[in-house]
Structures are given as C-alpha cells and as structure tokens.
C-alpha cells in the first residue's frame, strides 16, 4: 500500500506498507547523500540503477554524471513505478535516463545493461518493496552487490583465480562436451553428490544402488564416496585454494573425468592425473556451464546439458544438522575440525520438514542460486534428498523413498 506525505521541508516522501522509500524530514538532502558515496561508478559512461523511488536520488545522479553518460533505471515494483511518474515526470523526459519496468524484457535488458556498467547503484528502500513479491529478483541483486564487495574484499583471491587460469590452460584438458556427449542421453538419473553431513547416512543406500544412476561428485565428496567403494562418474569442482589438492590425495591415478572450472585450483588439476576437461576457459566453448559460488551449480548443469529430465541432489544440505556442515570426513580430507558454526553469524531458514535449521549467510546465498538455475529449467523435475534447508522449485523426498520409485 502506497502512501504519500508532505515532508517538514515541504516535498514530497512515500511510505510503501508502511515503511518510508525516501526521507520523512528531506528526501533531496537524502538524494545527495546517496550519491556521494556511489561517485566512482556516477563518473562512468554507463551507469545502472535498481530502484525508483519517487525519483529524488535518480534527479541527484542525472545533475552529476557526465552529459553523455547514459542512467538505466531498473524497477519491477509497478506501483512505484506509477506513483514516481504522477510525481515526478522529469526523469522520465531526460532523454539521458532509461526505464525499464516489469515486462518479458526486463531480465534480458538488465543483463545487458549490467554487463556493460560493469556494477549497480542498489535504491534499498526500493528493492526492499519486492521482497516477497520477487523473491529471485530480489536475491539476485542482493547478491550480485554482495559479490562485487567480496572481490574488492578479497584481492588475493582474485589474484590467485588468474594465476590459476593462466596454469590450467597450459595443462592437456579435453572440452566439457567430451563428458557431457559420453552420458548423454542416458536413460539413468542422475544425482548429484555434495558433501552435507546428511550424506552419512546415505551412502550405503547410494553403494547398494550404485548402478541405477549416473553419479556426478563435488570434490569433497569424493572421499567418502571412494571409503564405501562408491566410483562417480564425473567429479565437478570450482574452489580456486590449494587446500583442494587435499580432496585428491590417494586417487591422483583414477580413470573418474574431472570437469574442473578453468580458474580451479591449479594445484589439483595438475595433481590429478585422470582426464581432466575444463569448462568456461574462453569464448570459443561449445558448452558453458552455469556456475554461482558453489560447485552444486555446474555440477547440476552438467547433468541437464546430457538431456536429463530428472536431478537429484543428494547432502546438499547448506545447514547445520547435528552441529556439522560437513560429512565426517572432512576432518580426513582437511586436517581441521568442521567448526564453520562458531566462527559465523548464523541464520534461521525453512528446513525441508517445515522447522527452522541453522544455517550462514553464505549458504543462503548458495541456496538462492541453485533455485535460481532450477527455475530456468521447467523442463526438468529436481528432487532434493538432502535434510537442509528447503529449496524452493525442488521436490524434497527422503532418499529412501525415492529408491522405492525407481
């Protein structure tokens, strides 16, 4: 519900359910706060908004940026959109200023436009208003802003991926087609292993059941896959730190494809004497895999890239169940305890009996990007066997269960 005010400074504020998009006291004085600490990214030619508003901190950046500079204004909250226009017709004549609204284009426009600024200007209050009536949306901007700060946060890290990039593409590696055209069109399931503390308990079944699926492994499952005698056909990872060589000790000389990211960890993929293909190494791929933080991503892309209409995900848990985030080999594999619960500011997220599990932040941010590639894949039926949180487009089924229906 929108509600418009008469401010002490005598403009114009709006309250959206009851909460205020722009200042009670002076929305311009607001505006010019806004824009000065987003100045680096108002100097450049391209410039991308999420977020309307009533239009104060979108008049602020048009005053600043460069007369040929170009603002795109992204929002989805139609009513906003409305009100700004009765309001505030201006910004909508500046022939310098773009605004896209929630329409069939306005993902493809957004993609677009982003790409080319390079980052986001993010309105909070703005987005905030479709938190619930967007959820993905909202999610994905949340963390597209997010991961920009962690690269600037983490340097190092960016430095590293590079260095591993520049290793890798002088190893011999084969085209992630070669895998995906080996499985494809395999009448098998396929399920991919994480390594949640949930797959304790499941992989005598999985060992007892080996033959009825195509198994694709993240890395750090592969250990305790490998102690139960549990041989993956394909093992996906991502992590660029050296501390994923540890994942591979005692099966360098394995026959199991490893599909490694082309910024991976330069360590294992030299390590690893198997046959290795890399995905997104350079603009001349065939096939580009999805990827988003956690290797679940690519690893489920995979599986729907060989024509699979059927995933299952198996310890992808992104919680805490009986205090571990981990399976209990992780020790094993990394010499250190599985403590991650006392060293975060922990959340409450829906589990997948109903109740609340324990979970990060950054989990959550996992969570919203595997359910961001399962909604761009209606065609094929996710199943999630894992005792974590409740991932939204997947149907939860106790791996026991689903056992008796194939």
Not at 305 to 315: P, R, S
Not at 322 to 330: P, Y
Not at 370 to 377: A, D, F, G, P, T
Request: aromatic content about 10%.
């Amino acid at each position: 519900m929108i509600e418009l005010e008469q401010t002490k400074s005598g403009l114009i504020t709006i309250k959206y359910n009851g909460r205020y998009i722009h200042s009670k006291y002076d929305p311009i004085c607001e505006s010019n706060q806004f824009i000065r600490g987003n100045m680096e990214l108002i100097n450049k030619p391209t410039i991308v908004v999420y977020g309307i508003g009533l239009g104060y901190h979108i008049d602020a950046i048009a005053r600043k940026m460069n007369h040929n500079s170009m603002l795109y204004v992204f929002e989805w909250n139609k009513e906003l959109i409305k009100c700004c226009r009765e309001n505030n017709k201006n910004i909508f004549n500046n022939k310098n200023i773009k605004i896209f609204e929630n329409d069939n284009k306005f993902y493809t426009n957004l993609s677009k436009y982003l790409s080319k600024a390079g980052d986001i200007i993010i309105h909070k209050p703005s987005l905030d208003t479709i938190r619930s009536s967007n959820e993905v949306l909202y999610n994905l901007i949340n963390d597209y802003s997010f991961s920009k700060q962690s690269l600037e946060i983490n340097k190092e890290t960016v430095k590293n991926e590079e260095e591993n990039y520049e290793a890798n593409k002088k190893l011999k590696y084969g085209s992630i087609k070669c895998v995906v055209n080996k499985l494809k069109d395999s009448n098998k399931p396929y399920i991919i292993v994480c390594s949640g503390p949930s797959l304790d308990g499941e992989l005598d079944r999985l060992r007892e059941n080996r033959e009825k699926f195509n198994i694709i492994a993240v890395g750090s499952s592969l250990r305790a896959l490998m102690n139960k005698k549990i041989k993956p056909d394909v093992i996906v990872i991502v992590d660029g730190s050296e501390a994923v060589r540890k994942q591979f000790i005692g099966y360098e000389k394995e026959e199991i494809p490893l599909c490694f990211l082309s910024r991976a960890s330069r360590w294992a993929v030299n390590a690893y004497k198997g046959p290795k293909y890399m995905f997104n190494g350079n603009d001349e791929d065939e096939i580009t895999l999805r990827t988003g933080g956690t290797v679940a991503i690519p690893a489920m892309d995979i599986a729907v890239k060989c024509g699979t209409k059927k995933v299952i995900l198996l310890g992808q848990d992104l919680a805490f169940i009986r205090e571990k985030s981990h399976i209990g080999d992780f020790e094993e594999i990394y010499g250190i305890k599985d403590d991650l619960k006392k060293n975060y500011l922990n959340k409450f997220v829906e589990g997948v009996d109903g109740k609340f599990v324990n979970t990060t932040e950054g989990y959550i941010r996992f969570k919203n990007k595997i359910e961001l590639l399962i909604s761009n894949y209606k065609n094929v039926q996710f199943i999630n066997c894992s005792k974590g949180v409740y991932i939204k487009g997947a149907k939860h089924l106790e791996f026991e269960e689903l056992l008796k229906t194939l």
